[in-house]
């Protein structure tokens, strides 16, 4: 006679800690989302082409890594020929230069300063609060969970980790 010893515990915690991961790359979506906005708001604007060369790619999300990039290979629409927003985008974000006029008029109506390193510092503006709604969506929907407090650490210490290495939202130019 034999008897058959399973550790019933190891695949509960696994489930739950996919599940809080799905939790956490949501709410890491929503951020990104937010820094994009932010991004194209603080962006300099001539035609708007930079601004919808503001991207998000989620294709490493189930791994913990979103990306907010500017798309060097986005049309610039008004231009002649087929132009991309390439080496404009990238004046743009690491250039000093005096805003024109749509750029200033953009600035005194929303609030914001516009103008160089729009992407960095929307990043450097909004990863605290998304840091911390990360956090906040991970929690509920561990209490809802029994047992939910390793899963809870594994997770927010995977995003904290994440967010400080610069892992998350990488504010360059996608490659």
Do not use: C, W
């Not at 006679?1 to 799905?22: F, Q, R």
């Not at 035609?47 to 791994?63: F, H, V």
């Not at 404009?88 to 609030?111: I, T």
């Amino acid at each position: 006679m034999a008897v058959k010893i399973t550790d019933t515990a190891t695949p509960l915690l696994n489930d739950l800690k996919v599940g809080l991961s799905e939790v956490a790359i949501m709410a890491m979506f929503e951020g990104s989302k937010k820094i994009q906005e932010r991004a194209a708001q603080q962006a300099p604007v001539d035609l708007g082409n930079l601004e919808r060369a503001i991207k998000i790619d989620t294709k490493t999300a189930n791994q913990g890594h979103i990306e907010v990039y500017i798309d060097d290979d986005t049309h610039a629409a008004g231009r002649k020929g087929f132009v991309t927003v390439g080496k404009y985008a990238e004046r743009m974000h690491e250039a000093v230069y005096d805003l024109g006029p749509d750029s200033k008029a953009k600035q005194s109506g929303n609030g914001l300063v516009v103008g160089r390193k729009f992407l960095e510092r929307a990043v450097a503006d909004l990863t605290p609060e998304i840091i911390a709604s990360v956090e906040k969506h991970v929690q509920k929907a561990a209490s809802s969970n029994r047992g939910g407090l390793l899963g809870i650490l594994n997770v927010l210490g995977s995003v904290r980790r994440r967010f400080t290495g610069g892992g998350i939202f990488n504010p360059r130019k996608h490659k």
